[in-house]
């Protein structure tokens, strides 16, 4: 096992290193000058050059990434160009409150989806299994952004139940688990679980349906197994399967959270993202961009150590 | 001397002289989901390229007097948006720009990552490797974040939607084409082709493309809808499409701001990117059952 | 018969009657397993390793062993399909590699692989199928060509040629892989295991047809198969291969009635046998053979023969003649009176 483990780390490591060359290159693509933000528009072109100097704007691309890892490697993301706090404050800060929505998403979704999918996958051909498929059609087709603003108009707008912005009363940002705060994350987290609901329940459907006409649940019935017990042993079966898919939601929920946060102005890294977007804020989108998709490569990570855990096929191949 | 065989008068597997794709038709002619679906989105994109000779109003001149109008107002059927532009009209324009840069980068990405693929999974080897072990890079990156990413770097523009929507489809359908290409590759057929002495082009262009390319755009087609919805996605946090041009995310967007004035006005646009991607999604589910490719 | 000839401008002749059709001398192939933290060469899966053989023209050279020897591999290396790691490959006297290059080469050597189905294009009608090669090399009149070729095989053109792979049976495929390969008019065919997927009817009928078309196109076959009676029915010769190495060659008739390597007699006795006062009396092979990545050392066989004795852990045994002269070659210390060992010379197979 930890031989496996150690296996995937280090095939890891390469793609975390072509990310952090993505990452770096955005600023690269992105039009203009990236200092043009932050230089007084009279600036003489001495004082351009001085201030390249100052940033290492002069140096070679691969000079300029071998200061920038370094800088990384001592948890220095650079400032933001808009509040000139360092990067990787803003980013973790709200790193967390991203991961809390999408974790309460993934809460919402995945019981939702497995219940679901094994229904339909248990009664195969049946309008249930039908009303089951046309939901999770309907789950992966909707624009979870436009859902979220209809969520709002019933919720907030019309019924006036739930608040439809930030993440307290007030715009407070330390979270607490009071109804106060709990009801300002219903609707985000809800409209957040749609999609990976409607993954989940078609991935469970096809696993089960496949696993149930298997041989060995025919052998399983025949010695005489009651139908709880057999459904335990197609559970089991079914778990390696559903967990990755899972997993691999979870970090999608996360990265897939940044238009939510938009519409319900939810304090996390996809709000942040889109500040940083419309202020030109390169080295905070960039930080933002590189620790999302870190995770995301640490969530395929776990993913696939704990499937192999599950299922002992998966280490041996 | 020509033997009498048994086996040759053994009569044929299936019924000949029908080919692949007329049963392909057939199928599909038996399932109405999926043939209104294409009904939706036939109209769809004829509207979006008749759309200026329908003698609509013009999509681009408001009104101050007539902003924000109910659904059902007279000669406004659907309503006035926020500057009082006809929101019929609007919608039906907004469809160009959507479907445009919603299908457009998958047709890219086919052609792009269905060639890498191809070459990957034929040639194997080191350049295998160097394709394949980038995709991958691309893959620790969640589709919606990358997305964002490339376009919010790029900066708000049609053809920078495009490009980074382009970006973000090539990864997934290199894979899948690499995938179905290694497993052709592995058949006795290419041996036999290769034995015959064709060259590497030779053999791709006769004996792999024609096995590869459905299930490759059966693939793609099923990320039409992802695409659409992403493509919208960007111009309604305001790095696609700039104002005024109508599209439908960008439409969602500004409208945000009537929601508590005419709301369900304001999720009309929105109701259009869903209609038009759940019709995609069931037209690719009923193409890919017709064509009785395996998840 | 109207069938015309399709082999008018076969490759003529180069070395005369006497020159072997194809000389193998050495042939080596090693495939790199990858495993481990890095994944990179772990080990090598020594899947054919020196083997030499000759090939006279005109003749069937039988080629026979339990699967994993090494019989695919150098069938696959015999046409290019695979690239050898050392030896030679000579083709009518002339070198691959050096005078001849590897597409003459495969004008002259054709291949027919044992799946009838994955070794048809799905999406090319039968006459193009045939016809792809003919094309390819540039001979005249392809679509004709395939249509006699058709013709000869026994599937009527004018029925046939239009049809899908997926439209036909798996004899009548097999029938159609036999065409694609002598479309080429080639001198030499390799038949991987040509009929082991067929019924045993259909097998017979194809294997007639082979012999049929032997005759008349006065071909050269390689024929691989792991059935000892279909071999011995069409073959001149029989080759025997054990992990990746040939430990016995001799003609079909000398063969059958005396074995020479272990290993070979308890191939032969493992056979069934229709007669029932000739059972089987000696104990068949015991285990699996062992793992090519890691071979045994002398003699590959030493760990499943019942003669074993030290020399054979130590000294790789040579493939020699029983007797000066004999067209039976054998690759035994048994058959080595110099060996060492202690049962040399003496007639313990018999």
């Known amino acids: 096992m930890f031989s496996y483990f150690l296996r995937r780390v280090i095939l890891m490591l390469p793609v975390a290193f072509g990310v952090s060359v993505i990452c770096f290159l955005l600023v690269q693509i992105a039009p203009g000058d990236p200092l043009t933000a932050i230089m007084p528009v009279d600036a003489t072109a001495d004082e351009q050059a001085a201030m390249r100097a100052i940033y290492g704007l002069d140096k070679p691309l691969p000079v300029q990434y071998a200061i920038w890892i370094g800088n990384l490697a001592q ?19 709200a790193v967390q409150n991203s991961l809390l929505l999408a974790a309460s998403a993934a809460v919402i979704a995945f019981p939702i989806g497995i219940f679901l999918g094994f229904l339909a996958g248990y009664f195969r051909d049946t309008l249930l299994d039908r009303a ?4 999770s059609i309907a789950g992966v087709s909707v624009p979870n952004y436009w859902l979220g603003i209809v969520l709002v108009i019933i919720f907030s707008v019309n019924l006036g139940w739930l608040p439809s912005m930030g993440a307290g009363p007030g715009g407070s940002q330390d979270w607490s688990w009071d109804w106060l705060h709990i009801r300002h994350l219903v609707l985000p987290a809800v409209t957040l679980a749609v999609v990976p609901i409607g993954i989940v ?11 149930l006409t298997q041989d060995f649940v025919l052998a399983l019935y025949a010695k005489g197994m009651s139908r709880g017990d057999v459904l335990r042993h197609v559970a089991r079966n079914a778990a390696a399967t559903a967990l990755s898919v899972m997993g691999l939601q979870l970090g999608y929920l996360l990265g897939g959270s940044i238009l939510i946060e938009t519409v319900f102005n939810w304090p996390g890294s996809g709000f942040l993202l889109s500040n940083a977007i419309f202020q030109r804020d390169l080295p905070l989108l960039q930080g933002t961009i590189l620790v999302l998709a870190l995770f995301f490569v640490g969530m395929n990570l776990i993913v696939d150590v704990a499937q192999a855990a599950i299922d002992p096929r998966i280490k041996r191949s | 001397m020509a033997a009498v065989d048994t086996d040759i008068l053994e009569e044929p597997v299936t019924e000949s002289g029908k080919g692949y794709w007329s049963g392909v038709g057939a199928r599909l002619m038996r399932d109405p989901v999926t043939l209104i679906c294409m009904a939706v989105i036939l109209l769809l994109i004829l509207s979006a390229i008749f759309a200026p000779y329908l003698g609509l109003a013009d999509p681009y001149k408001g009104s101050m007097i007539a902003r924000l109008k109910p659904i059902g107002t007279p000669g406004h059927i659907l309503g006035t948006d926020e500057q009082g532009r006809d929101m019929l009209v609007r919608l039906i324009y907004g469809g160009r720009l959507t479907l445009f840069i919603g299908l457009t980068p998958v047709v890219l990405a086919f052609f792009i990552g269905g060639t890498l693929g191809i070459v990957a999974g034929y040639a194997g080897g080191w350049v295998n490797t160097v394709i394949m072990r980038t995709v991958d ?86 990320l039409t809808s992802v695409c659409m919805i992403l493509a919208a996605g960007l111009s309604f946090l305001g790095i696609g499409v700039r104002p005024p041009e109508p599209e439908w995310g960008l439409m969602l967007n500004t409208l945000r701001s009537a929601i508590y004035v005419n709301p369900w006005l304001s999720a009309l646009p929105g109701m259009m990117i869903f209609v038009t991607s759940l019709c995609l999604n069931l037209l690719s589910d009923g193409v890919r059952s017709a064509m009785n490719v395996r998840d | 018969m109207s069938v015309t000839n399709p082999l008018p401008d076969g490759l003529a002749d180069k070395g005369g009657p006497a020159q072997p059709l194809l000389i193998v001398r050495n042939l080596q192939k090693y495939f790199p397993v990858r495993g481990g933290i890095l994944g990179g060469k772990k080990a ?156 045993k009817s259909v097998e017979a009928q194809v294997l007639n047809l082979l012999a049929d ?20 029915y069409i073959s001149d010769r029989i080759l025997v291969m054990y992990l990746g190495e040939v430990v016995e060659i001799a003609p079909v008739d000398q063969i059958w009635s005396s074995q020479a390597h272990p290993y070979t007699r308890s191939l032969f006795s493992a056979m069934p046998s229709m007669d029932p006062d000739n059972r089987t009396m000696e104990p068949p092979l015991a285990g699996d053979p062992p793992n090519p990545i890691n071979p045994p050392s002398g003699c590959r066989f030493h760990t499943r023969c019942r003669f074993a004795e030290t020399v054979c852990k130590a000294k790789v045994p040579t493939l020699r003649p029983l007797s000066v002269g004999s067209e039976h070659l054998a690759a035994c210390h048994l058959h080595d009176l110099g060996s060492g060992h202690s049962k040399a010379g003496k007639d313990v197979l018999a």
């Open chain 1, 132 to 135: 089951v498929t046309a939901i």
């Open chain 2, 137 to 222: 890079v691309f893959f620790a990156f969640p589709s919606v974040l990358l997305a964002i990413a490339i376009s919010g770097a790029l900066g708000a523009g049609i053809v920078n939607s495009l490009v980074s929507l382009t970006i973000v489809f090539i990864p997934p359908i290199t894979r899948v084409s690499e995938a179905v290409t290694s497993g052709v590759r592995a058949l006795d057929y290419i041996d036999a082709a290769r034995a015959s002495g064709a060259n590497a082009l030779t053999v791709i262009r006769v004996h792999v493309i024609g096995n590869v390319l459905s299930p490759i755009f059966v693939y793609a087609t099923s």
């Open chain 1, 75 to 93: 948890g220095d993301m650079g400032k933001s160009i808009a509040t000139g706090r360092p990067v990787a404050g803003e980013v973790f800060g």
């Open chain 1, 201 to 211: 329940a078609r991935t469970v459907r096809a696993l089960a349906g496949d696993l």
């Open chain 3, 44 to 199: 090598l899966v020594q899947a054919v390793d020196g083997v030499s053989f000759e090939v006279k023209k005109g003749e069937t050279l039988g080629i026979v062993g339990e699967s994993g020897c090494g019989k695919s591999t150098t069938a696959r290396l015999l046409i290019g399909l695979i690239d050898k790691d050392k030896g030679e490959i000579i083709y009518d006297g002339q070198d691959l590699g050096g005078t001849l290059s590897l597409r003459d080469l495969r004008r002259g050597v054709q291949m027919v692989f044992q799946d009838s189905y994955a070794s048809l294009n799905p999406r090319l009608t039968i006459e193009e199928s045939i016809a792809f090669g003919a094309r390819i090399q540039g001979l005249s009149d392809p679509v004709g060509r395939a249509r006699r070729l058709m013709e000869r095989v026994g599937l009527a053109p004018d029925r046939f040629a239009q049809r899908y792979p997926h439209e036909v049976s798996g004899g009548q495929r097999q029938r159609i892989n036999i065409a694609r390969a002598l479309a080429m008019s080639p001198r030499l065919v390799v038949l991987d295991e040509a009929v082991s997927a067929l019924d």
């Open chain 3, 213 to 232: 078309l032997r005759a008349e196109f006065g071909l050269t076959y390689i024929f691989i198969s792991h059935d000892l009676n279909v071999v011995r």
